[in-house]
């Protein structure tokens, strides 16, 4: 079956410490992306990369950092920079021509000890 | 004003209900617009693009007015599976682009 996927379904970091967001797809996507999802709130766009080896910022890029080194695989980094990381983070990709549709992965929920 | 701002909600209805969502954009230049449903603690899922025309799947029907700048999503008939948070979203740009997000509107279909 084609689809995201990422990993872990809950993640918990410590103080300090920079934890790292799987994503993977295997739909032959170019188009990647990180969301992050607080409650009540929107979605706000983290890192996109149309790419690979290309990336860009998002809205709230401050305290996280990305890698696109194969089609496949978008991971984020959530570092110790980033003071609240508590939330929700959705990756989604998409593919030109299909009027930007975004496909999401399952999410993956970040909390902190 | 928001980007993308929809009704706060929540919406409590009874199963058969016809229940209607509004959202207004503020970028008169977006290229695209979306539904996409959330379940509670799940990723959002595409539900229907909106055309300009106007397009209906189902028992949803989803209305484009470019002029007011306004998109509407009304489902008729309402399940107890419908109960959900509905997400408007807009593309400001053609081509490859990122997506604003509406806050949602909470759904509660009750028997």
């Known amino acids: 079956d084609g689809g995201i996927t990422q990993s872990p379904k809950y993640l918990f970091r410590k103080e300090g410490q920079n934890v790292t967001l799987s994503c993977e797809q295997n739909?032959?996507?170019?188009?990647m992306y990180w969301y992050r999802q607080d409650p009540g709130q929107g979605l706000r766009l983290i890192y996109y990369?149309?790419?690979?080896?290309?990336?860009q910022k998002g809205d709230i890029a401050e305290g996280y950092s990305v890698s696109r080194e194969k089609k496949e695989s978008f991971p984020l980094t959530v570092t110790s920079a980033q003071k609240n990381p508590t939330a929700f983070y959705l990756c989604?990709?998409?593919?030109?021509?299909?009027?930007?549709?975004?496909?999401f992965g399952p999410g993956t929920r970040l909390l902190v000890l | 004003r928001k980007e993308v701002e929809q009704d706060p909600g929540p919406f409590n209805v009874p199963e058969g209900a016809t229940v209607a969502f509004n959202c207004t954009y503020s970028?008169?230049?977006?290229?695209?617009f979306f539904w996409y449903r959330q379940d509670c603690r799940k990723e959002p899922k595409l539900l229907m693009s909106?055309?300009?025309s106007g397009n209906e799947d189902g028992r949803f029907t989803a209305q484009l007015n470019r002029a007011s700048q306004y998109i509407s999503l009304l489902i008729r008939d309402s399940k107890l599976s419908d109960s959900a948070t509905y997400l408007c979203v807009v593309n400001p740009r053609s081509g490859y682009s990122t997506l604003t997000f509406g806050k949602g509107t909470m759904l509660l279909v009750s028997p």
């Open positions: 739909l032959n996507h170019d188009a």
């Open positions: 989604a990709s998409s593919i030109p021509g299909s009027k930007e549709t975004q496909y």
């Open positions: 990369s149309q790419i690979v080896n290309d990336f």
């Open positions: 909106v055309y300009s």
């Open positions: 970028n008169s230049a977006s290229q695209s």
